[in-house]
């Protein structure tokens, strides 16, 4: 082999060598910049990401990008849980503010309902309290939902038998039921679940409230328990009007109210708030219904193991 040859061989070689060197530095710095990102996606995700100083030649375009990107999110996201605790304490303040206004209105409206009254007079006492009592309600359900969402008030799961529960919304619900001659129908259950009985009964009672709500007179609301393994499920059937199929996925969102019940009574939060506070337990709702032939809402609520 003459001397150009072995020059050549050792080109090559070492030029092997170069080329292997730099896939080996690549890879290192593409698995140091990943690293990097899966920290800053980490730290983002845990609200606690902080952009520092990059040295441009030593991250790629696509890092510092991110890093931008990331550092934008968290401040749109501080500035919106901001704005949300201001909300919420302006909630707080105007339910201090009217709650000795409102408790005067409504004892007055049932004051005046003890006296004599000419009919104009008994239709316009009616309204006063039936507005004043929808005004409590709302401000009593925009204080709860703001609570929960706060975690000024927590919702404690507990092993709790289900016939407890289904028997405080049965006593709850009657007189509304009666009413309008609204059967509820319950079935007897031996079944026990993890949830909070004060804040479920509430949930399940809304839920209740509005079947008898949206069920003519002379209707039936069919309650049942189902054990399963790892939840245990409460269908509340009832023979009202229906929920439109393109509106099944939004009645639970905080105000809507569907265009079909405009005439009824209702603010549009019983069913939000409901489903707030079966979240917050563990569980979830889930609704089957067809317009005009009555709905069913599942309630799961995780089960006892």
């Known amino acids: 082999m003459n001397t150009l040859a072995c020059i050549c061989i050792g080109f090559a070689l070492a030029a092997a060598g170069a080329a292997a060197m730099a896939i080996v530095f690549y890879h290192q710095r593409t698995k140091k910049t990943l690293a990097r990102i899966a ?3 980490d730290t983002a995700i845990n609200g606690s990401f902080a952009q520092g100083i990059f040295d441009e030649s030593a991250l790629s375009a696509v890092e510092a990008k991110l890093a931008r990107y990331l550092s934008i999110c968290t401040v749109s996201s501080q500035n919106l849980l901001a704005e949300k605790d201001k909300i919420n304490s302006l909630i707080s303040d105007i339910s201090h503010q009217t709650k000795t206004p409102l408790a005067n209105i409504l004892l007055y409206a049932q004051l005046l309902s003890e006296h004599e009254l000419p009919e104009d007079g008994k239709a316009c006492m009616q309204a006063l309290s039936a507005q004043a009592e929808k005004l409590n309600f709302l401000i009593s359900a925009l204080v709860k939902t703001s609570r929960l969402e706060t975690g000024i008030m927590t919702v404690s799961p507990k092993e709790e038998v289900i016939q407890k529960l289904l028997d405080e919304v049965r006593a709850q619900i009657r007189p509304k ?12 259950t031996a079944s026990w679940a993890y949830f909070d009985l004060k804040w479920t009964t509430e949930a ?18 069919h309650i049942k328990v189902i054990p399963y393994e790892l939840f245990c499920r409460i269908d509340i059937t009832d023979n009202g009007i229906g929920i439109a199929e393109d509106e099944q996925s939004k009645i639970f ?16 939060l019983g069913l939000f708030l409901a489903r707030e506070i079966i979240s917050a337990e ?8 067809q317009l005009g032939s009555g709905s069913t809402f599942s309630v799961f609520l995780p089960g006892v193991k």
């Open 39 to 41: 920290n800053m996606l």
């Open 177 to 188: 039921a009666e009413a309008k001659g609204i059967l509820i129908d319950l079935e007897d």
């Open 204 to 221: 399940v009672y809304n839920i209740i409230d509005n079947a008898v709500k949206y069920t003519p007179s002379g209707g039936r609301i």
């Open 253 to 268: 969102t905080r105000f809507y109210r569907s265009r079909a019940v405009d005439n009824q009574e209702g603010v549009g």
């Open 282 to 289: 563990g569980g979830y709702i889930k609704v089957s219904s």
